[in-house]
């Protein structure tokens, strides 16, 4: 099993920065990736990494602003949001899987095993 806590949700305005950080305990994970929600919409994927980040996607709403990485050695994965906007207010989650596989991401909720509780982040404009 594999164990996911977010971080670094909060309140920014428009135009600001977030990062936010999603520990990982338990065994180790292959690739891994970004969820959000907003109110009263589904669950929609934000950005997706293959193992060992060979290979990433980025929803078109955020190319170019935010960035999905990971720490092997804190066994942590982050998303670094630049350039929020309003509509970027929603509930983060990050998601794992156990693929190890180095060119290949996952875009479907259904391809994630592990989830974390959610982190809000709300951009004020």
């Known amino acids: 099993q594999v164990q996911l806590v977010e971080s670094g949700g909060g309140l920014v305005q428009a135009g600001g920065s977030l990062r936010l950080s999603c520990a990982a305990s338990g065994r180790t994970f292959g690739g891994y990736a970004w969820f959000r929600q907003a109110p009263g919409k589904e669950r929609d994927i934000v950005a997706a990494s293959s193992w060992r980040g060979v290979k990433t996607y980025y929803a078109d709403a955020v190319k170019g602003r935010f960035t999905i990485s990971r720490d092997n050695t804190k066994n942590t994965v982050y998303l670094q949001m630049n350039s929020l906007k309003p509509e970027d207010t929603a509930v983060y989650y990050c998601?794992?899987?156990?693929?190890?596989?180095?060119?290949?991401?996952?875009?479907?909720?259904?391809?994630?095993?592990?989830w974390g509780q959610g982190t809000q982040v709300t951009v004020s404009s």
């Open positions: 998601a794992a899987h156990n693929t190890f596989i180095s060119g290949t991401y996952y875009t479907g909720q259904n391809e994630y095993r592990y």
